[in-house]
């Protein structure tokens, strides 16, 4: 599969469109000489970070479960619960932001490379956590790191993404927006999946009787996807693309791309924020089924084992989804994802009455489960993708993590307002019922928006830039800026070419 190939373009931009060097309808990526190895593990070394995400994120419940357990009253009813399990959005955000900005005006490989660390180290030191011997201090330092952490996770986000993206641009075209999805959402589900199932495993190894072990060893865990990933990063290289259309050493004209991108990039980031809104509400149903399950006191191992289970419907959606994308493209593929999606929401609204009885909870587990899958199937895995394709190379890090950030954002917000909505429905089964119509009609809002968006082919990175650069020669911007090395002028850039296109030619 991953044999040498012969050095010729195997993709054609699309239909119209024209290559700023190298003449009409070739696609300047497709010709750089490297074999299919050689232009699928950026991808994977970019993207796979994301897996840390799924698995840190997900494993704090299970260790919030672990501390209600050992702890009681003085971690329930302490600020500490509710801040170790939130404190890692303020992370993220702030993470995101800051490396968006780095991954533009300082370099993609070494941004991933020092979230890595950050990733490494904050893992590992939460999983230590002590703070002086102290009930309070140990509460408080894992507060810290989780925060820390969470910085690390958020520079996974424009950096890996966007690289990402950048890397599946050098690979055959009618499979780049699978291997980027595969890359990245895909990696987030697997992550959500062994984030339930490691402390399962872990419960079920060292007993109720050493939970103090286990949920340490649940953190510890953490630095293990990050570690596996670090010879990778130390190896790779900027994406050709960025080598091109980089504005790591010019100024950054902000007023023309806002101009350009400002509309694009508020519907990108309103779709987003829909999305994690919406989430907080799904998995109340999931609260619903694992009661009925669980009967009254059950163990750690059985509530695990059905965190894992729950989280396993994630993925059949997304590794679906990523060759539906490849087939209709990411808007169109979110777009059905989340129709399909609110469709099958207001139907379990409706018939909660009934679905929610304890004698049916097959039935609900197989339905919501089918909810949950096409929420990956549209919107978990094409989000990234519209985020990552709907901007020009020299300012993707910065657009994607402003997106990205707003998404976290109405998470947060999600979980706060939803509160007031479950409130609003009284008492009775409408507490859960109107979460749900409002989420299932957020999504047919997302769908309307994102038929706002341009197309999304298999080349729009290529054509992105292309219709970027022209728009800045329109304003009278010198694009010949873009791609500029270290202290190189403009002349020296064109000497430099000339040369490079030399050695090809004798190669």
Known sequence: MFGRKKNVAEAQVDSGSSDYNNGPNVDPLAEVPKSRWERIWPAMACGSGLFSDGYINNVIGSVSTCLETLYGDAYTKSSAQKNITAITFAGTVLGQLVFGYLSDKWSRSNSLLLSTIILIIFAALGAGSYGGGTLSGMFAALT???????????????????????????????????????????????????????????????????????????????????????????????????????????????GLVLRYYGFRLAIVSAIWFIYDFSTYSFGLYSSTILANIYGANPSLALTFGWNTVINLFYIPGAMLGSIFSDKVGPKY????????????????????????????????????????????????????LVASKTCATGVRGQYY???????????????????????????????????????????????????????????????????????????????????????????????????????????
Not at 336 to 365: E, S
């Open 144 to 254: 810290a790191y989780r925060f820390l952490v969470g910085i690390g996770i958020g520079g996974e986000y424009p950096a890996g993404s966007v690289a990402c993206s950048e890397a599946t641009g050098e690979l055959k075209s009618g499979t780049r927006n699978r291997w980027f999805i595969l890359f990245t959402n895909v990696m987030i589900d697997w992550g959500f999946v062994v984030g339930a199932f490691v402390p399962y495993l872990l419960i079920v190894i060292c007993t109720d009787k050493h939970v103090r072990a286990a949920w340490r060893i649940m953190l510890g865990l953490g630095v293990v996807p990050p570690l596996l990933l670090l010879y990778l990063r130390l190896k790779l290289k900027e994406p050709e693309e960025f080598k091109r259309e980089s504005m790591k050493h010019v100024r950054i004209p902000y």
């Open 333 to 384: 593929a979110l777009a059905i994802g989340v129709t399909l999606q609110a469709i099958v929401g207001f139907g379990m609204a409706g018939g909660y009455d009934h679905l929610a009885r304890p004698g049916n909870v097959g039935g609900f587990a197989v339905v919501y489960g089918l909810f949950l899958s096409l929420g990956e199937f549209g919107p978990g895995d094409n989000i990234g």
């Open 401 to 507: 993590a402003i997106a990205a950030a707003i998404g976290k954002i109405g998470a947060f917000v999600g979980t706060y307002v939803f509160k007031y909505i479950e409130k609003a429905g009284g008492s009775g089964t409408n507490s859960v019922k109107y979460p749900f119509y409002v989420s299932s009609s957020l999504c047919i809002l997302s769908a309307c928006l994102v038929m706002l968006l341009p197309h999304i082919g298999q080349d729009t990175i290529t054509t992105e830039d292309i219709k970027f650069r022209e728009y800045l020669e329109s304003k009278g911007w010198d694009t010949n800026q873009l791609g500029l090395m270290k202290g190189e002028s403009i002349e020296n850039r064109v000497e430099r070419e000339a040369v490079n296109e030399g050695k090809n030619e004798k190669l």
